[in-house]
C-alpha cells in the first residue's frame, strides 16, 4: 500500500460544531503532518508528529487539535472555528523523523468549508 | 514564511513549446524537492536534489540544482497537456526541520 487516506472527502461545518478528519498510511512511516491550503497558495504546514510525537506547532490556533493515536493514523480534531478556516486539509507521511531532507507522500486532502 | 522564492507565479504555453521554472533561495539548501499538484488534487511528489550542480531527468522533465546550492529550475520540453497544473519547488524552513513550499508556477497550455 503506497497511499496516504483522508477521510472525509468534503466537509461542510457549523462554527459551534466538533468534527474531526482523519488520515491513515500503511507505509510504516514515521512522520505524519497536517497542512492547510488555501487556493492557489502553496501547503502551510501546521504540524508534524515524528515518532508518534508532536515535533512541530506552528502557533496553530487552539481550535485545531492534533492527534497520533498509533504510527499509521493522524486525526485534527476541529472545534469553533471561523469562516476564514475554510481550506484544504491535506495531511501526509514520511518515511523518516520529519526532517527538511523527508520527501513527503500526500494525502487527497478534505475540502473543509465553515459556515 | 517561505525561504524559498520561486518564479513565474503564471505560465502559459503553447503545446509543444518548452519553459522553465525557477526557485531561488538566499542561503545554501540541503536539498530542494520538486512537487506538482494537477488542478483539484493533492500535491505529488516529483524529485529531490542534493548534490551541487546536479541534473537529474524524468522523460521531458530536467531538474537542476545549483552549483551553489542556493537556486534549481524545472525545465520541460514540448509541454504536453498533462503537464498542466502547479509545480512547487520545497526547500528546508526557517528553522531548518521542516520542508517550506515556494509559491509555485501554475501551468496552463495552450492546444
Known amino acids: 500500500d503506497t497511499e496516504v487516506t483522508q477521510t472525509p472527502k468534503h466537509l461542510v461545518m457549523g462554527m459551534t460544531n466538533k468534527k474531526s478528519l482523519k488520515c491513515e498510511q500503511h507505509?510504516?512511516?514515521?512522520?505524519m503532518y497536517w497542512y492547510k491550503q488555501k487556493a492557489k497558495k502553496p501547503p502551510e504546514l501546521m504540524f508534524v508528529?515524528?515518532?508518534?510525537?508532536?515535533?512541530i506547532n506552528e502557533s496553530v490556533p487552539s481550535r485545531f487539535s492534533p492527534e497520533c493515536p498509533n504510527s499509521s493514523l493522524l486525526n485534527l480534531h476541529l472545534h469553533a472555528l471561523q469562516p476564514e478556516d475554510s481550506a484544504l486539509y491535506l495531511c501526509?507521511?514520511?518515511?523518516?523523523?520529519?526532517?527538511?531532507?523527508?520527501?513527503?507522500?500526500f494525502g487527497p486532502g478534505t475540502r473543509l468549508t465553515v459556515l | 514564511g517561505q525561504q524559498v522564492m520561486q518564479i513565474p507565479q503564471y505560465q502559459h504555453v503553447q503545446e509543444g513549446e518548452d519553459f522553465t521554472t525557477y526557485c531561488n533561495s538566499s542561503t545554501t539548501l540541503s536539498n530542494i524537492q520538486w512537487y506538482k499538484q494537477r488542478p483539484g488534487g493533492h500535491p505529488v511528489f516529483l524529485i529531490q536534489?542534493?548534490?551541487?550542480?546536479e541534473v537529474k531527468k524524468q522523460k521531458r522533465l530536467t531538474f537542476q540544482f545549483g552549483e551553489a546550492k542556493k537556486n534549481s529550475s524545472l525545465h520541460i520540453t514540448a509541454t504536453q497537456t498533462t503537464d498542466v497544473g502547479t509545480y512547487f519547488c520545497?526547500?528546508?524552513?526557517?528553522?531548518?526541520?521542516?520542508?517550506?513550499f515556494g509559491a509555485g508556477t501554475t501551468v496552463t497550455v495552450r492546444a
Open positions: 507505509m510504516g512511516h514515521r512522520a
Open positions: 536534489l542534493v548534490k551541487s550542480g
Open positions: 501526509a507521511s514520511s518515511p523518516w523523523a520529519g526532517g527538511p531532507t523527508d520527501t513527503q507522500y
Open positions: 520545497a526547500g528546508p524552513g526557517s528553522n531548518d526541520y521542516k520542508l517550506s
Open positions: 508528529y515524528s515518532y508518534e510525537k508532536l515535533s
